[in-house]
């Protein structure tokens, strides 16, 4: 069924795609960041984000995470209408319930970690599904020593963020937002603010994720080597537009587009 | 030099520590007040609701450009004109009260507004409710920085306490006073006052500051 302005109510079907955005529009007062982005990924898709800084790679993530309000279109998670909820048979804005029934599917990290500093890493780890989830302490503890323990940070459990290095903090804040069981997983450039010699040990983590669950991934880097070797597709961002999308092995080797060259070019001779 | 009296000292003391004890009470329960109803100022200020919000800024705006005496006035003697006779406690814990709300809802205001937007926007990512995203993560972070401004006042608030004198609460420059005219002798009840409040204001702001590094390491910050 469709709403009066052509979106479906919901996207049903065999291929139902994980995450769809559906003619997204978002400005930021006359600045038009994204026209028009059509974006659809599959369940288990892990889909990299790359492009020039100020293309709105991160506004597409906040989108997601409902942080920002889209100004036209529609987002659809797991089928369902995000940032609008059917009403009469036509979609409406979605309120704050409904973003908060649709918005536990999704988990997000951030460029800067963003761990509550008054909590240890194992309590930051908990609080989502003690105080959201409303699972038991002994429940929570259980599931998040677990993904401490996939990230390798179980020795520091109990340590504040603010003992822990940026490549720690960041591992914990990947655990935290694992622990709310989420089907969507949005990494926003976590290596970004990191030393070189600790970039690594978060990218392990996240290429264990890749092989080990099979969780939807998108995820916005300037580690084009890495981009190219866990992403099953790559998205060229350019302008608030994607210029150019395809398997890695395509985007990297043989890119059609001249913007998508140019960037490839400039990244590489950066290195 | 002086003429102090040691006799008389004594004679008066205990009626000096009744009101100690009144000053102490008056600032104890304004302070109460004031903390609850300048954290609700504050976050009445930052609801989606415009109107709301203007009329709570408005009004926070017009106590703190008022004197305290003024306001101390209007409540016990304006209100039986609207048909509200209250005692001389009561209006003046609500005239302190709400007076030292508005600074504090100010104090809590820059409190809440220093901490980070990641803080907010991770706790949306862990899909919280807005109560529990400033009770489990915001307020937490915001007291440390509230902390000094909460002491300050707490301390001002307690040098206040005397304005209430004015409409009859028996604190202790009401006492002092009260003595004075009885036995026509001033020194001895004003300078006992002065060493009274010397006697709680310093250790209290020591206490505070003690207690202000304490819930800092309690917080990890
Ligand atoms: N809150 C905001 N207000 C105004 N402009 C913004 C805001 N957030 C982002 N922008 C602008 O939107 C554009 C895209 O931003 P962003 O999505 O962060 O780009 P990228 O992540 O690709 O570097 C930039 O020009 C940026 O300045
Ligand atoms: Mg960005």
Redesign the interface.
């Known amino acids: 069924m469709l709403d009066h302005t052509g979106f479906p109510l919901e996207i049903t079907g065999e291929t139902t795609p994980m995450v769809s955005f559906r003619k997204v529009r978002k400005s930021y007062g006359a600045l038009t960041v994204l026209k028009n982005l059509d974006l659809d990924i599959a369940e288990g898709e892990m889909v990299s984000i790359i492009g020039p800084s100020g293309s709105g790679k991160t506004t597409v993530l906040r989108m997601l995470m409902t942080l920002e309000q889209i100004d036209d279109g529609v987002i659809y998670v797991d089928g369902q209408p995000l940032t609008h909820m059917p009403k009469q048979g036509r979609l409406v804005r979605a309120n704050e319930r409904h973003l908060r029934n649709r918005r536990a599917d999704i988990g997000m990290c951030f460029q800067h970690f963003n761990l509550f500093p008054h909590m240890t890493a194992l309590e930051n780890c908990m609080e989502g599904p003690v105080q959201v989830l409303g699972l038991s302490k002994a429940e929570a503890r259980d599931r998040s020593e677990e993904l401490l323990e996939l990230v390798g940070m179980i020795s520091k459990k109990d340590q504040r963020p603010s003992r822990l290095s940026g490549g720690q903090q960041q591992r914990v804040a990947i655990a935290r937002a694992l622990a709310m069981r989420p089907k969507v997983m949005l990494f926003d450039e976590v290596t970004s603010a990191l030393d070189p010699e600790v970039i690594g040990e978060v990218t392990n983590v996240i290429r264990k994720l890749v092989s080990e669950h099979n969780l939807t991934m998108l995820m916005v880097t300037h580690q084009m080597g890495f981009a190219r070797d866990i992403s099953d597709r790559v998205c060229f961002f350019y302008g608030g537009k994607i210029e150019e999308q395809g398997p890695p092995a395509e985007l990297f080797g043989n890119p059609q587009r001249e913007r998508t060259q140019q960037f490839l070019s400039a990244v590489r001779e950066a290195v | 030099m002086f003429d102090w009296k040691w006799d008389f000292v004594w004679e008066i003391l205990p009626r000096l520590l009744v009101a100690t004890g009144n000053t102490l009470l008056a600032a104890g329960a304004g302070y109460a007040i004031a903390l609850v109803l300048g954290l609700v100022f504050a976050l009445a200020q930052r609801t989606p609701y415009r109107a709301l919000t203007f009329v709570v800024r408005e009004f926070v705006e017009f106590i703190r450009s008022t004197p305290l005496l003024l306001q101390i006035f209007f409540v016990f003697y304006v209100g039986p004109q609207f048909g509200l006779r209250l005692s001389p406690w009561t209006s003046g814990m609500i005239a302190i009260g709400l007076h030292y709300a508005c600074y504090l809802s100010e104090v809590y205001r820059g409190g809440i507004e220093s901490v ?1 937007r ?2 907010w ?2 706790a ?7 109560t ?1 995203k400033y009770r ?2 915001i307020i ?2 915001a007291i440390p920085t509230a902390l000094s401004g909460m002491g300050n006042y707490l301390v001002g608030i307690l040098k206040d306490t005397p304005m209430l004198s004015v409409i009859g609460v028996a604190e202790l420059i009401h006492v002092a006073n009260s003595i004075g005219s009885e036995h026509y002798r001033f020194l001895e009840p004003i300078t006992m006052v002065g060493i009274i409040f010397l006697a709680i204001s310093l250790p209290a702001a020591g206490l505070i500051r003690l207690f202000e590094g304490r819930v800092r390491r309690k ?3």
């Open positions: 980070p990641g803080q926007e991770a949306t990512a862990l899909n919280m409710t807005i529990q489990r993560v937490p972070q917080l990890g910050l």
